[in-house]
């Protein structure tokens, strides 16, 4: 995987276990029928990110960011005040490091005041967090995907698009 726009391509089509219910477009979002809160991730500063908005609110800002050339996707914003662990996981040269934060904040704030696991330590946190699906879909990407690094989120209760999964998988990376 050598770009964003790669990666993103993989993660909506499923390539990495559960993920947050996503939408390319505003047709997409109303024909849906979705009423729920979505956030918009704009690829054009930064990646960032305007979380829990109402549908109209969100096509408004969709609109405006199109408006100035840029590109951004609609997605199912998480639930929050459920967040249980989030972090970042890899493997290298067989053993697991595992970054990791309790804060009920977004995952690059979280990471600034992060602790680190490894080896056993860290396969057992994920274990106590993640639901057997969550963990074997982690497992999965970090064996398909070697050197790269998996962002995640863990909730109190399942999310997702995939059934029996609490976690989301938000990015894997190695550009």
Known sequence: MATKDEMYTLLRG????????????????IESGYSGEVGIRNFGISGSFYPHLSVLTALMIFEHIKFCG???IFSESAPDHLRTIQGEVCEYEGQIYFDYSFEKTDLRAAMKNATRSVGLAARTILRSYLSPSSYEDLMAVLELYPG???EFTAFESCVGSLRGRNSYTWEVRNY
Do not use: D, K
């Open 14 to 29: 499923g390539a990495f276990g559960n993920t947050p219910e996503t939408w390319r477009t505003a047709r997409e979002l």
């Open 148 to 150: 790269h690094v998996v």
């Open 70 to 72: 840029q590109r951004a």
